[in-house]
């Protein structure tokens, strides 16, 4: 069983699976060669040394491996560190991700189910079928159901990106309807498919961090590069229709200043921006609020995105009316 | 019964109500005084003339006043003209408002209903006698419920400002609680009152305009000083719950350079800022795409606030899928 | 031969063919049907009417189409009309492109041959090969050859996108090498493919005008698309090649405010941006000043797009230095 | 000859010049005065101590100048720190300058050979005069060699300034006539001067920074009196010429937002502008990526001024394509 | 005398002096050449023909022309033409410049006097024989007096820099010695010169507009000049008091987006600006509250330049308190 | 008598009032509860330590609350440390606000005079009576005459409000005359309650700080709540008069982008603007520079707020003119 670092005290024994964050090399005053970590998870950092046939165990591990670590907490001069009797890489497959880094509270599997049932609401044959060869992509499906939102900004955490995608198919269903004419269909198939270039675009298996291909292409290229991939395996898929799809997926930013090479120029790709808008804006910020607010302060720090103070007093709990107003609560003047 | 400017053909006499939105008085070449005049009503303006009397029917009315107006309508070198027989003024309660401007399609007494029983899902006891009292103040209520929303962006049209706003809480009610922790009395009761300034801004009974008042002020300030006298009449308004409600009001713009003195800086003033910066845009749009696009076109003219273009074309009936594909849609490679 | 509108006189006859811009049917005193056309060719437009047997000759074409016209020009109340006996439809082949729209002044197949050769000094066989299907796919190529690379702000003629194109192959190569450590391979290929998406973007055939996919997508998107159907079909075309192309392709706006989603992150890029921003703007400037400057005039019209003058004094023919100077040209203080 | 601060190692003796970065003097725990120093060169900083006859040293020597120190490194809570036994004050022609700053890595004497070459080739009399009167002002020549180009955003280091005007000089070369109608002698003369108010604007003798009229009055301005300045003792430069060239010197900027007062407004002030542009940013990534890549990454530092990252790595070498693929390299579908 | 063209009435015999402000000539019906002219002066344009000797007199004189004009008014299809029977060229000495232009209706030679008045309150010597070689200029002195401050925003009437310097030296009497620390002396020079260069910039004898020099180096630069020009003339004058004295004069914009290319680094600098920012900004309006407020309106036009209206509602009579008020104003509640 | 912070030495007793900036409880290595404490005063700030009967003290007093405290300076590892002995808290009342806050520097009673007699200059009878209001609110003197005028921009110190209202109304008796069909009345009434919303916006009796309302709602809407409330206690308070006054209450910022939800629409409105504006930065500039200026030079820091620096060379002195010039001061040549 995992033991988290944020639960190690002094002079326990450890003997668990942590992520190796830096790895650098010393010589001890004795001349002997030390190892020099910093060993982490999900809940923090702590320093690591190995002093002891330090330079066997080197060759056997490297930064950004997974480790399965032996040894004692020591305090010196004031800090704790781990003293490391053993050490030696563990594959992937052997650790759980939400081990090592913040995940979605909510239940992934769950969450997906909605999902698919919300995609099936669509009536269009094209669409369903473009929705369906995704959901049959199980390597597709596995990243989708894991990579965060962003890296930091919103639902930056694993699952977070399945979490915001279900969140705005779900806000789509309910105001899609509220004017005449918006195609329900063409929203929904967007709302599920807006980030899913976020695959392609963040890495989230060492640290939350942008590809190489995410940074120099970004979400939207590659998200539309999956689409148009899929719509290729498919037989006679409307071209206004592909086109239709892709203004709402490229145009979802909003501006071009967003990183939107179009603005929106449907009333669905209008409401579509919206409302993504609105739902990261708003989870962003109660994240931001649930751990950027000092204890006893109704403010928050300042959010240097939004350049801006919040208010994190709880509105919920308002104030009760006091019981000496009249019944109408009119000043008797 | 209404004579619409729009169906006035020529040698047709006319005996109906207008509006006098140009008055000039020339000399003709035989020495005599006439008057020019420009008539309106919702569907059109149209020349007149008075060659007969014209300097004591021109002491009877001004530029703006609703006149009776009787005449037959004549060309001259190729244009339209009214020649007036008869012309006097008319009080305002001679006429139907909904004669001379455009006006919202839908019910107002209808809207009005909603939107009080809307009000009513108000749990908190101060928010509901705030509201209580601006539905008892009569000369509030009747111009509420005919004033546009704005002079040409969006529900430029009598009843503008009810539609929209009965609107904008429907759509608070449905996503107020997609989040945790979002206070939904706050929300409904400022997407209520959140333009009501506008009673105050905007003129609507010669044509739509800005009062001195709401040019100098704003429905910003004019709207937080109506709530602030009703607020003074209650006993017992808690300070705090003044605050975050006008604080609402005043950040619903969202960005200074919208003229918002603030920035939305709780999750509740997020929120609305979003629906309805979301409902004006879209029924904007709706009512653009309704006038400004050429037949047989699918793109609309540009659109100078927005600064672009909008597709036109109704998403509505996306293409089927044909017959011939097999059942499951993929291409047979 | 093309008889061209400008050349046209009163009472001469006419028979040649033209563009049907503007056709509405009309009905005289007498009660009969008539046509009322606008038909123009590159040098402008002038006004026909056809009076006799025009409810037949309606049928046989419509606006957009291409029509040999028989008739007279006329004149009626001091303009010019081209009274039409005869009109029918011809179709596109029937037709040169130049004739109906201005074309650049090089030969379009002597460029071709040059951006070829110049293409066939990009080394890397992925590379190579790329652009070798490029050249292969002759709907492309002819399509290539013939649109504008872009509405009106520069190039805007038939062969405006082969001219550009081939103007920045030749930019690169002579400022590649000025800096050490840029790839000539990568700027030379995304030199020639950089704005290929043009060519779904832009319609030409009947006015320089965008298509539906153009103004929703952007000839950004389409062009991605282009080049990764073709990327598709090649082998083992490697991953980081085909990213670091695409962001050259898509940064090459240089900033998200002119349409780019991505800046650009590598020194390849940057230069790609610079010579191709120089080459628009020159290339436009001159455009501009060859028909924005009135007549005895140092200075242009008001460019909107730039916001600004320019200055119009051919500063080639700089003043000679007068004779009585000595020979170093100082004052003799 | 120079001992450099970075090769200096504990217990060494010490025999060199350096530049005092910082002097302050303290009072030791039995009451002496020592001196606290900051002593660097090219290479770094290190920390220095006098504790004997620091008073009558300290009358011999202040911030900011040369000195020659005689010493030995120690090691004091575990940071070296010189022990200096001997200090004294040297002129600025005992020091090479290239010992204290960064400095071209090109060969400054070769570097100015080659741009008086460059401007050799202006064949207009007036302009040819111009710059022969810069190039026989021994005082400036000086300067021009030595001064870095920007404190430091691009060419920050000495010979900068020159480095970067014969690079602009042989860009201009290389794209003039890439179009009809552009004045070579013009462009020739504008890029060689362009930014020789840097000579004025920026100290290099202590520290690179601004002086205090180059930080009042800018290098524009203060190029513009230069150039008055020459012009003024030539007979008879014509004042159109010298018009269009400071139009150059002034624009060359580009935007108001970036300090110039005039928008280029010629063809050849267009040009200027780009390839200075460019010369500056592609000299400056470089630089940044030279200093600003972690080892083992691909991605440079966030660049503040240019609000991005810059991808590092090295597109030269592209990947070779393998054997396996067949001649024309298309997959066999 | 001058007959102005807006007191022209049919009939009238012509007898005057009038600017040329368009020429063109034609051929009439039968043959015959004709001129057909614009005629200008301070009140207006009108139409000119000239249908004998046209091309005799059409030789002796150009566009741009002032001309002695006899003729005699008529009316040609309801609009006013002038039969033109002679026309000659007179020279710029013959005319009054304010007969054609606007002008300040202040008194130029009192203004000049007192803005001489005014700049020997300035103590320091150097400032002082600055100053005084301006004054001294003649040619200078002429121009200043006449030349108006903008083409079209404020102070555009002849007379206008003048009138603006000196308001501008007024302010700076009265404000400067409200903080402590500011030296009036350098407030008051830089007041007095701050835009000279329009001296340079605008030509005001044909009609408003930019020289060519103006237009590509502006009056900051052409300022600069003429400042550099009179202190290189004297002795001695110190090189930092020149600095402090031309940063006043190129931040004076306050802003590079306006046009400067340093902001104001000193609290003169910050004054300045301030100072000649509102005098430009409240006189400007003022002339435009003049000119564009329609009868009966308390609302100007559209602003395009500062993209609002302007409330037009004479604020001097603010309403009289009514008698019926108790003596202290209180409600009586 | 007031002990200040910077005044205490090692080893001295202490016996004074302080306040509590930090208070954090913890364990010694033997188990025992200590205080550790940051006190403060106007002077700065300094450690302390209660070592004995630290549980008891703690219930006493907490942060944020003014201490009388005794004890003794001790140093500790080369930091001084205040040993307390005693510690109680005291009531505001007992403290002299300015020993804990800067101050003006300027006479409070004396200001405040002034300005009375400011305000008795206005004649309409409306605004002299609800000026005279305001002066007979005591709780809003008590505070005007305290609340700084901003949390650190300009006026940042006990009775900057006042200062700064001061200032702003005599500018506007300085300015307003200048030009002709300014109301003075309203300008001056104007300048003197433009800022007093920060009455309530700002909190300074703990720190200098934003209140919740002063954060959520800002001073120009609590200023506009608190004239109306004034307003509507008086009769016959004209509805334009006040209309006018508020308007340029609400635009004296300026731009929506500073806050203002109006742009200044009437000539005292942009005239209020400029001063106020030009009033807070000389002054916050000239408090800048005393404290941001390091020894020996001549430039400030970098001001974050106006992005850039400030030259801080006083211009007053000015250089004499040397004598050897002759007496007109012209070079002899």
Known sequence: MKTYVNEIKENENVDSLFLVKEKFSGITKTGNT??????????????????????????????????????KMTSFQEHLQLNVSHIERVGEEAILLSDFFPMTEKDIEGMFQSLIETSQQVKNPHLCQLLQLFWEDEAFVKRFKMVPASKWVHHAFLGGLLEHTLSLSQLVLKNANHYVGLNLDLLLTASILHDLGKVDELLYTRSFNYSDEGQLLGHIILGIER????????????????????????????????????????????????????????????????????????????????????????????PEIPEKSDKNGLKEE
């Open 227 to 318: 689409v148009e991939d899929k719509i290729r395996q498919l037989i006679d898929f409307p071209r206004d229709l592909s086109t239709l799809l892709k203004h709402l997926l490229i145009s979802h930013h909003g501006q071009y200043i967003w990183g939107s090479p179009k603005k929106p120029m449907t009333l669905e790709a209008v409401m579509l921006h919206y409302l993504d808008d609105m739902d990261a804006k708003i989870t962003g910020i109660q994240q931001f609020l649930r751990t950027q607010v000092s204890e006893g302060s109704k403010w928050s720090a300042y959010h240097r995105a939004f350049e801006q103070f919040f208010y994190a007093s709880t509105a919920v709990d308002l």
């Open 34 to 71: 030390y190892l020099k970590l910093k060993l982490g998870d999900r809940t923090g950092e702590m320093e690591g040394r190995i002093w002891t046939s330090a330079e066997v165990f080197s060759e056997s591990f490297e930064k950004d491996d997974f480790v399965h670590v032996k040894g």
